[in-house]
């Protein structure tokens, strides 16, 4: 079976698709950070903490550039930000959902990472600037990032093999991707976890958020979502290399991680606008 992209109940097209997501992301932005953490029963911190960890080396050198996109209210950039020296570039936390991303900029310059320990010295602490952006259609130049991060959000795209050609255009030669996504584990933890998900989940979406939709959504897309050896595969075929999948929690979620190959911006790819080059100049 192709793996296409989200299909949101009702849409027929890709744009309709991407619509769709971003005004339920933006209906369900107030209460996404307590339904997550209720929902995960706290699991999710550690797999944001554990994608981070993967990637500490680039992490720690201040000169690097990264991309958290699809970053919505920021937990995924903040584990980021907590591996960053203190004045390294700025990391670009992006996401097309303003209500989510507003969200996630009060968190950025919350003391949630500044601690007094950080505020008392210069150079300051890493900061990660929010940017409205689709994850389809980048505003950065080809090959100018080191590492590219989407925690829960390449799930949501409209197409995946798009999603993963824009991520391989911005990439450097060499540089890292690293997806977090849920999965769909086998055995009697997946049967388990089915019945958790399909059912229970979603009443207690309900319930916080008094809405069905966004917790129907999320169990159907993930159930359509590729399994990791499809995922794989479609990294492949776009040019990373060194593919991985790292189960997390009995593959209830996991982190693909690639390497961009050497022929991507080069191989015809739409050079895109660089009007956010600026942003991740030295803070
Ligand atoms: C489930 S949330 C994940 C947020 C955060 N990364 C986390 O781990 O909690 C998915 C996010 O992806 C964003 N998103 C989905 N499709 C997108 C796209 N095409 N471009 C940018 N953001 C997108 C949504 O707006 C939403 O904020």
């Not at 698709?17 to 369900?28: L, N």
């Not at 209720?38 to 699991?43: E, F, K, P």
Request: glycine share 10%; hydrophobic share 40%.
């Amino acid at each position: 079976m192709p793996a296409t992209g989200a299909k949101p109940a009702g849409v027929t097209d890709e744009a309709q698709a991407a619509a769709a997501v971003r005004q339920m992301f933006d209906s369900i932005a107030g209460r996404y950070d307590l339904l997550n953490h209720v929902l995960s029963a706290n699991v999710d911190r550690m797999w944001w903490w554990r994608a981070a960890r993967r990637f500490r080396t680039i992490l720690a050198d201040p000169e690097a550039s990264i991309l958290d996109i699809c970053c919505g209210t920021g937990d995924m950039t903040l584990a980021l930000l907590k591996r960053r020296p203190r004045g390294s570039r700025p990391i670009l936390a992006a996401d097309f959902s303003r209500e989510m991303l507003r969200r996630g900029a009060r968190k950025f310059g919350s003391s949630e990472f500044r601690t007094s320990k950080t505020q008392s010295k210069s150079p300051p602490h890493a900061v990660a600037v929010p940017v409205e952006a689709d994850a389809l259609h980048l505003p950065l130049r080809d090959s100018s990032l080191d590492l590219v991060t989407t925690a829960f959000g390449f799930r949501n795209l409209a197409n995946y093999e798009a999603g993963l050609r824009e991520f391989h255009r911005v990439l450097k030669p060499g540089g890292r991707l690293g997806i977090l996504e849920f999965s769909e584990p086998g055995g009697l933890v997946g049967k388990a976890y089915a019945l958790y998900f399909r059912r229970v989940l979603p009443a207690i979406g309900r319930a916080i958020c008094g809405k069905d939709y966004p917790y129907t959504y999320l169990p159907a897309s993930v159930g359509s979502f590729p399994p990791p050896a499809q995922m794989l595969e479609m990294m492949r075929a776009v040019g990373f290399t060194d593919c991985k999948w790292q189960p997390y929690t009995f593959g209830i979620a996991g982190l693909y991680t690639g390497t961009c190959g050497t022929c991507g911006a080069a191989d015809g790819a739409r050079a895109a606008p660089a009007v956010l080059q600026t942003a991740l100049a030295r803070h």
